[in-house]
């Protein structure tokens, strides 16, 4: 069975709004996550990096004050993404790596904003 | 900086056909990992295969094959004998090792679509 999952699987929101996206480690404890962005046809490109209990880094480019990232346990990053606009749109992928350096990948959330 | 590279954006081959998707990659690392990923319609990533930079022996998985050549930076992958179900996107995908393990460079992507 899937070992990550993301919460929700779809979001449609109106512009201005924020959206949480959960991600969870199902039977391990996730020291690092990793949240990446993928635009339709494209490829995923990393958005930033999570160790529990510490502040996110954030690849060049990304908005930290947007894209809001909590690293509260072991097995749940939240990205949240404030005051969204169309250009949001996305699919948003979480990847966590275990102690052991295992990894997986969640199914995705795919975010409309109207 | 990272970087991979899949030349091929698109391939459409007929059923039964084999099919190499080909992919390079750049790195000052000397330990690193390679990864092949298969992204169907519904968006999920599927893992394929990880090698890591010490490893280059060719891997057999059923249909699929890799070929790793550190001299060329290459990471080839063949799929014999094609089959629709094999219809996806995959994607190429390069990690450091030690702390960043896990931290992905994606190549672009190569759309195969495998016909009946």
């Known amino acids: 069975g899937a070992v990550v999952s993301q919460h929700p699987s779809r979001v449609i929101c109106k512009s201005g709004t924020s959206v949480k996206i959960e991600c969870r480690s199902l039977d391990f404890q996730a020291t690092t996550m990793f949240w990446y962005r993928q635009f339709p046809k494209q490829s995923l490109m990393l958005m930033a990096t999570s160790n529990e209990g510490s502040k996110a880094t954030y690849e060049q480019g990304v908005e930290k004050d947007k894209f809001l990232i909590n690293h509260a346990s072991l097995t749940l990053s939240t990205l949240t993404v404030t005051s969204a606009h169309p250009e949001d749109s996305s699919f948003y992928i979480c990847?966590?790596?275990?102690?052991?350096?295992?990894?997986?990948f969640g199914p995705g959330t795919r975010l409309t904003v109207t | 900086a990272q970087k991979v590279t899949q030349a091929q954006t698109e391939i459409s081959v007929v059923e039964k056909e084999d099919v190499t998707l080909d992919c390079v990659y750049e790195?000052?690392?000397?330990?690193?990992?390679l990864f092949w990923y298969k992204q169907p319609p519904s968006g999920e990533l599927v893992f394929l295969i990880r090698r890591n930079s010490f490893d280059e022996q060719n891997e057999i998985s059923g249909r699929y094959s890799w070929n790793f050549q550190k001299s060329t930076s290459s990471f080839n992958f063949t799929i014999t004998a094609s089959q629709v179900v094999d219809s996806a996107v995959y994607f190429c995908a390069l990690s450091e090792g030690g702390t960043s393990y896990g931290k992905l460079t994606f190549g672009q992507g190569t759309i195969l679509t495998v016909h009946p």
């Open positions: 990847s966590a790596r275990g102690r052991f350096y295992e990894q997986y």
């Open positions: 790195t000052r690392d000397t330990t690193y990992y």
